[in-house]
């Protein structure tokens, strides 16, 4: 929350800087061996958390905006952010209409404004990333998403979304190459497909699926060590899990 | 395009009533046996076509605004429409600004602004909609796919990612129960799918991998008349085809 100084200043920057009416909430997901968190930040001198979010400049393409305002807000730099949907309900941000209206009365006041929302998502290794929270921030930090505490404004609907979007990306789309290690088990593979889906695989099933959509190498050499059969190991095809990003998974129309 | 006199008054009436900076563009898909076409709309003294599109009022949700605009500028009521994509580029809109620059100088001029826009797209029977243009546009049509004028500003660009996320759909969602007679045979349905698609597909697959959504009802009497084999006749289970919407078809995860 700001003081009022500081939301002064703020406004006159922003009508300055920003495209009215619009901002950008990015819901980043971190996996790593079988946890699925998000990112999000708490304000300081507030008791609730936010995804991180911002505003694009006048002159500033919405994609360099998503990647500017998630690397200014948590430290997170070259993310790769897809687009997945607009939050324009125009009692969405009336919280904050409310939070600053006596500090601040009238237009001038930025966040009197109605604000669409552009809602962008990412799925990143959570032990490769340093959160890092910006000057408006009291922390930055991945939650679990069974033990999110409450997110202000529509976040926990964007985060819903984003879910949801992930989860059905996965009928379509290949998923994995910046969280596996470069060589992996199936086992291993299933886990992140179980994780982001919150639910068991068949685990047959599961490999013969994985193994149609043509995006997997089997290595020649099993893992070493372990009591039983040595598990084999697989690493992914770029050029086709490249092609299947562009063109969608084989086993489609 | 307008007069000096229209530009003027369209653009009081715009800062008054709309949210600057966004915009709404609709891309209508029609199908009729076998045909696949678009909704575009000519405006007067201009040669160059556009997607029916429009600006979002100051308290009004986004889908609202979707369909309020689609009616007001197509005549077309009722359908419903998906947002796909926001299409944010800085320079998207440049052509408006120069069209208009010297004919109104300044910020007053709505068009001089910079506009994000919101797509949203629907698929219709046209035989059911008669299309009918606003008192903006001189005319208002279906075009096939194949035989598309040139589109002003991004349109084509809008119209392509439209087709794309059409396309991708048939992945994920169930497809047709308002282009489709109540009862249609297999190779019928078959050729709404490879309308879309834009090629063929395989018969036997196609019907495999159709009943194995568990979307379809079989009715007990084939379709009488016809010289060989009766083909049998099948129905939406509606049930199912809402979970279906909702939950994404069976074979995904």
């Given at each position: 929350m700001f003081t009022k100084e500081e939301l002064i200043e703020f406004c006159e920057a922003a009508r300055q800087n920003y495209l009215d009416h619009i901002s950008i909430d990015c819901v980043v997901f971190g996996f790593h061996e079988g946890q699925l968190k998000v990112l999000v930040l708490k304000m300081k001198k507030e008791l609730a958390w936010y995804l991180p979010g911002g505003f694009v400049l006048k002159n500033e393409p919405i994609e360099n905006a998503a990647n500017r305002i998630l690397k200014e807000r948590t430290?997170?730099?070259?993310i790769f952010l897809q687009q997945f949907h607009v939050f324009g309900d125009p009692e969405r941000s009336r919280p904050h209409r409310e939070m600053y209206k006596d500090m601040l009365p009238g237009v001038d006041n930025w966040f009197s404004h109605r604000f669409l929302t552009i809602g962008y998502y990412a799925l990143v290794d959570f032990i490769n990333v340093i959160p890092t929270p910006d000057h408006h921030s009291e922390s930055c930090r991945w939650y679990d998403l069974t033990d999110l505490p409450a997110l202000e404004l529509d976040h926990n609907l964007i985060l819903k979304t984003a879910l949801d979007t992930l989860r059905l990306q996965l009928n379509y789309q290949p998923i994995g190459y910046n969280l596996m290690p470069k060589a992996f088990t199936m086992p291993e593979l299933q886990k992140l497909y179980e994780t982001i889906l919150d639910k068991k695989l068949d685990r047959r099933n599961f490999q013969r699926r994985m193994l149609g959509f043509g995006i997997l190498n089997r290595l020649e050499t099993p893992r070493k060590g372990g009591a039983h059969k040595a598990p084999y190991l697989y690493s992914f095809d770029l050029e086709n899990y490249q092609k299947a990003l562009n063109e969608g998974l084989k086993g489609g129309w």
């Open positions: 430290g997170l730099d070259k």
